[in-house]
């Protein structure tokens, strides 16, 4: 299945001169210093006994679930994009990863959400230990399959997978969003997951790139003690991103105890203040801020 005519219509509505004036954006700042981030985990000190997450930077997030270390949509370098020779051609960040490659903790599970490459990025993919097992999207694993994992499975909707990794199991479920997948313009045909992960008892949710959907389904297995959603790169791209309040109120469809606000702070991708996703998320749960788990690249969350 691949994205409908009216998803790909709106994509493609979007005028020339918007798309150029996103390009020279996107592709300059070359001299621009990227300032460091504001926060840096600390995961060799996490315990075992417990789940942890901290948000690395755009939809990078790293877990200590239970033991076993997750690494959700790994983009750790200075710009993603097409790597020619050297030189990435790509967005710059504002802001660098908390965490460089030789930083990390040793990696047992990386999910892969979606082709973008900000979400998909081959350099860090290249950076990461070889017996990491992945779990991808359908029809997305040939982007990467001169990395070499010892394992990699892809993931249609609705599929569900117990996933053994060297610290222990994990069972991983893919649920759809309302997005897209393609790595390049036109191969539509790639799929785009949000991912439910489920151990001891508790569930985990990386939702990756959406628009506003029903997200009542992302609830289904039981309880998400955490979810990961994105909030910012909606103007003009709403028909692919939702807004802070959308983020919010899928949250509360997919009944989420806590909310790691993601996408946001990191890349200039769309016409939004780089402050205004994550002023707006606080906003939205004024009336419930103990749910927001963090808000600034690098902060730590443990779950209660």
């Not at 840096?40 to 033991?67: C, M, R, S, Y």
């Not at 802001?95 to 999910?111: E, G, Q, R, S």
């Not at 992945?134 to 599929?159: C, N, P, S």
């Not at 801020?289 to 690249?297: F, G, K, M, V």
């Amino acid at each position: 299945m691949s994205d409908t005519t009216e998803e790909r219509q709106a994509r493609r509505a979007v005028p020339a001169a918007t798309r150029l004036r996103l390009l020279r954006q996107i592709c300059g700042d070359f001299f621009r210093a990227v300032q460091p981030a504001p926060h840096q985990p600390q995961p060799a000190v996490w315990p075992d006994e417990k789940i942890t997450a901290a948000w690395l930077g755009h939809a990078t997030v790293l877990v200590n679930f239970f033991g076993v270390r997750i690494l959700a949509d790994p983009v750790l370098f200075a710009r993603c994009g097409l790597r020619v020779g050297p030189l990435t051609i790509g967005p710059k960040r504002r802001i660098a990863a908390a965490l460089a490659p030789a930083a990390l903790p040793p990696i047992d599970l990386v999910l892969l959400t979606h082709a973008h490459m900000d979400h998909l990025d081959l350099r860090s993919l290249h950076a990461l230990p070889r017996d990491t097992v992945v779990v991808a999207a359908a029809r997305t694993a040939d982007i990467f399959r001169r990395v070499k994992f010892r394992q990699v499975i892809e993931l249609h909707w609705g599929e569900t997978r117990a996933v053994q990794t060297a610290r222990g199991g994990v069972t991983v479920s893919a649920f759809p969003l309302r997005h897209w997948g393609a790595r390049l313009q036109y191969d539509d045909f790639r799929r785009y997951n949000a991912y439910v992960l489920e151990r001891g008892g508790r569930r985990l949710c990386h939702m990756g790139d959406t628009a506003r959907t029903d997200a009542r389904a992302l609830g289904s297995r039981g309880p998400i003690d955490l979810l990961c959603a994105p909030i910012g790169a909606y103007h003009p791209w709403i028909h692919a991103h939702c807004s802070p309040e959308e983020a919010v109120a899928m949250a509360d469809e997919a009944g989420a105890r806590f909310v790691m606000p993601i996408h946001h702070q990191t890349f200039k991708l769309s016409w939004e203040p780089m402050s205004e996703p994550i002023a707006r998320f606080r906003a939205a749960l004024a009336h419930d801020p103990q749910r927001i788990a963090l808000s600034e690249i690098g902060q730590t969350f443990t779950l209660p």
